[in-house]
C-alpha cells in the first residue's frame, strides 16, 4: 500500500533512518512536529532504538500532514506513524526523546493535538513540571545541568517526584538537586 495525503495507510515499517525519520513501504517518512538528535548528538541511539522497538516486525499506519502536502524540503513526506496503534510522534516526546519541532506549529493539522505541545494552551502541568515542555528545549529554556533531557531552570525547585525522567545525565550545578550521591546521574530508578 502507499503513503497516501489524507488517509491513513497500512504499511511496514523497514528502515530506521534516525530518531524522527523512518521508511515504511520505500517512501521516505518524517515525523510531524517532533525533533530528536542528529547522528553523532548525544541521544541519537536512544531515540533511534525507542522508535525501532516500537515499530519493528509491526504493522504501521501513517497519517500524513495536510498542511505539509508535498512533504519538506527533503522531498519526505510528512506525518504521524501509528506502531501497532501507538502514535510514534507522541510517545517521542513523553518519553523525553523529542522536542517539539515549533518552526511547523502554524501549518500542521496536528498542531492544535494535544501531544504536539505547540501553544502554550496545549501544554498541562504535569507536561510542564515533567520537563517535558519542549517548546522551551527549542527556546533554549533548558538547564545545562541536564544535557540529555529539557528541565526548565528554577523556579520551581523540582524533585524526581515532580518529574517523569529518570536515570538521565547530570553536569554542573544541578540546581534541583536531583543527583543526591553526586554519581553523574539523575533520578536513579533505583537508589543504592
Known amino acids: 500500500m502507499q503513503v497516501v495525503n ?66 519538506d524540503r527533503y522531498g519526505r513526506e510528512v506525518g504521524v506513524v501509528y506502531c501497532n496503534g501507538v502514535n510514534v510522534n507522541s510517545e517521542l516526546l513523553k518519553k523525553g526523546y523529542a522536542i517539539t519541532y ?14 504536539a505541545i505547540c501553544y502554550p494552551t496545549n501544554v498541562n502541568a504535569s507536561d510542564s513540571v515533567a520537563g517535558n515542555t519542549t517548546t522551551e528545549k527549542k527556546q533554549g529554556n533548558c538547564d545545562p545541568s541536564y544535557p540529555d533531557v529539557c528541565i526548565p531552570p528554577p523556579p520551581p525547585d523540582l524533585d524526581c517526584s ?13 540546581p534541583h538537586r536531583f543527583d543526591n550521591n553526586n554519581d553523574g546521574t539523575g533520578c536513579e530508578s533505583e537508589e543504592s
Open 6 to 71: 489524507n488517509n491513513k495507510s497500512e504499511v511496514n515499517v523497514h528502515t530506521f533512518v534516525d530518531g524522527d525519520t523512518l521508511d515504511v513501504n520505500n517512501v521516505r517518512v518524517r515525523l510531524a512536529l517532533v525533533d530528536t538528535h542528529e547522528r553523532g548528538e548525544d541521544g541519537y541511539a536512544s531515540a533511534k532504538g525507542f522508535v525501532k522497538n516500537l515499530c519493528l516486525g509491526g504493522d504501521a499506519e501513517v497519517d500524513i500532514d495536510d498542511g505539509q502536502r508535498g512533504g
Open 102 to 115: 515549533t518552526d511547523y506549529c502554524e501549518v500542521s493539522e496536528f498542531a492544535n493535538d494535544g501531544w
Open 162 to 174: 515532580d518529574i517523569s525522567q529518570k536515570d538521565f545525565k547530570v553536569n554542573g550545578s544541578d
